[in-house]
């Protein structure tokens, strides 16, 4: 149980288009979550928290009308990357939590998204 | 703000040896999580600590939890080749709340 799963896994775009990426817990219902970037040979860097039924909240730094966060069911959180750019070029991996389980606390993470702006 | 700090970045390992990589905050935190990632993969979840002193045990891998609730541990004994990845904590400041995550450990083994 508490699968993710992310689509597409990989996606070349072109400056300037605009690219959704979807998260989907399959066999729980995510109230809560969250979508991260990691660069090659990095940590994954917190870039918001997705609530169902109301607006993202993100970090420090992250613009949210470029990464536009919506979560519009309990299982299905999408990642809009608006009007990308080479430099947003990185690996976007998404994660949810189960509270309504036994393993609340535990994150499932998605099997992430490539994305290349070209 | 929070700050998860994790070292060493980089360890070679011989197959059969043993290391520790460490986990610092700059934060008392409410619970820590420790996190796999294989290479191409996606990190997976090890194991949660909440309590001060903590220890748990899984197999070969032992993790603890510091007294003051703002460093962690991850030893792993007798490494084999199936180890290799990047090792993550994660730090939470509380029960509900977002995850931290350190710089993370690559590991690297040698047959």
């Known amino acids: 149980g508490a699968v993710v799963s992310q689509h597409p896994s990989r996606v070349i775009c072109k400056s300037g288009t605009s690219v959704k990426i979807e998260c989907r817990s399959l066999d729980f219902q995510a109230t809560t979550m969250f979508w991260y970037r990691q660069f090659p040979k990095q940590s994954l860097m917190l870039m918001a928290t997705?609530?169902?039924?109301?607006?993202?909240?993100?970090e420090q730094g992250v613009e949210k009308d470029k990464f536009l966060i919506n979560h519009a069911s309990l299982t299905l959180s999408t990642l809009t990357v608006t009007s990308a750019h080479p430099e947003d070029s990185s690996f976007y991996i998404c994660?949810?939590?189960?509270?309504?389980?036994?393993?609340?606390?535990?994150?499932?993470f998605g099997p992430g998204t490539r994305l290349t702006v070209l | 703000g929070q700050q998860v700090m994790q070292i060493p970045q980089y360890q070679h390992v011989q197959e059969g040896e043993d290391f520790t990589t460490y986990c610092n905050s700059s934060t008392t935190l409410s619970n820590i999580q420790w996190y796999k990632q294989r290479p191409g993969g996606h990190p997976v979840f090890l194991i949660q600590l909440v309590k001060s002193g903590e220890v748990k045990k899984q197999k070969r891998l032992t993790f603890q939890f510091g007294e003051a609730k703002k460093n962690s541990s991850l030893h792993i004994t007798a490494t084999q080749t199936t180890d290799v990845g990047t090792y993550f904590c994660a730090g939470a400041t509380d029960s509900w709340g977002k995850f931290q995550f350190g710089a993370g450990t690559q590991v690297v083994v040698t047959p």
């Open positions: 994660s949810a939590r189960d509270f309504g389980g036994r393993r609340y606390n535990e994150q499932f």
């Open positions: 997705s609530n169902e039924g109301s607006k993202a909240t993100y």
